[in-house]
């Protein structure tokens, strides 16, 4: 049985780096967008902030939604449909221990990324970066104008 797992990402951009983790995945080093689960009760908007709090210790603020991706794991049955965000970061807490997995945050330049495309999660890792650049904008609160937000809160899986 195929499961689609809902998922949440943030584009972070500082100075032409973005904010990255690397985390330990089945037993692998991987680079990744700060990303996860919606949780049961969650939107969209609160999975991500929450998240990149979890796993970065920065506080983030969404402005603009860039994609809604979905992903086949080849080695697996598991699909991971991702509504991917961007914005900004402030507040760093140094002294707050980041979510298990992670190993650490990285600043890396598209160029940086390229480089370790293989150490990537997933392909949606550099299409949501490249999706960025070019421009790609929806509103935050589209999902509510279509009705669906208050639903992310209670769809563990699809």
């Not at 990149?52 to 402005?63: D, H, L, N």
Request: glycine share 6%; hydrophobic share 40%.
């Amino acid at each position: 049985m195929q499961h689609t797992h809902l998922t949440v990402a943030a584009v972070i951009e500082k100075r032409g780096r973005f904010l990255l983790v690397e985390e330990r995945i089945n037993g692998l080093d991987v680079i990744n967008q700060p990303a996860g689960h919606v949780e049961p009760g969650e939107t969209f908007r609160d999975a991500v902030v929450r998240e990149v709090q979890e796993e970065t210790a920065w506080r983030f603020t969404p402005v603009a939604i860039i994609g809604i991706y979905l992903w086949n794991r080849p080695e697996s049955n598991d699909r991971f449909l991702r509504v991917t965000y961007c914005g900004s970061c402030h507040d760093h807490d140094p002294k707050q221990s980041l979510d298990t997995g992670i190993i650490r945050t990285l600043w890396l330049s598209r160029a940086e990324i390229v480089s370790r495309q293989l150490a990537l999660r997933s392909p949606m890792v550099l299409r949501a970066i490249d999706d960025y650049r070019r421009g790609v904008r929806y509103p935050t609160n589209m999902f509510q104008q279509l009705g669906i937000d208050e639903l992310a809160g209670h769809a563990r899986v699809l």
